[in-house]
């Protein structure tokens, strides 16, 4: 069972299993972890600004059709971060920096992301 962000924190970065596998392969791989609907759902009761992911999108496998996680979060307001490699991160507090790219008529980018730990 994952654990859940404590109440209060505005910005989550999920590591999966998407860190050592999925995300390591060269190719889409054919199941990897993701958001449901519901998840998505939870994380804009609780006010979540931003949700990042280990993988190159937040959807779960088997919603990538619809792209259902990413309406409902776009249209909440809440920014979404993926491919974070974070397969040699710990668990912790951290602070994020996120540097993206501007591209004219894009509605989103590549970015560097940096985390740092608190003293």
């Known amino acids: 069972m994952p654990r859940l962000p404590a109440a209060?924190?505005?910005?989550?970065?999920?590591?999966?299993?998407n860190s050592a596998g999925a995300?390591?392969?060269?190719?889409?791989?054919?199941?990897?972890v993701g958001l449901s609907p519901k998840a998505a759902d939870w994380l804009i009761e609780h006010r979540v600004e931003?949700?990042?992911?280990?993988?190159?999108?937040?959807?779960?496998?088997?919603?990538t059709d619809?792209?259902?996680?990413?309406?409902?979060?776009?249209?909440?307001?809440?920014?979404?971060l993926e491919n974070a490699d974070l397969d040699e991160v710990p668990g912790g507090t951290y602070d994020l920096t996120c540097l993206p790219t501007k591209l004219v008529?894009?509605?989103?980018s590549f970015?560097?992301?940096?985390?740092?730990?608190r003293d």
């Open 8 to 17: 209060g924190h505005t910005r989550v970065l999920l590591k999966t299993s």
């Open 23 to 32: 995300l390591k392969e060269t190719e889409r791989a054919p199941q990897w």
């Open 50 to 63: 931003l949700i990042g992911i280990d993988y190159l999108t937040i959807e779960s496998h088997h919603r």
């Open 66 to 80: 619809t792209w259902d996680v990413h309406h409902s979060l776009l249209g909440a307001g809440v920014l979404i």
């Open 105 to 108: 008529g894009a509605d989103g």
């Open 111 to 117: 970015a560097r992301a940096i985390l740092s730990t």
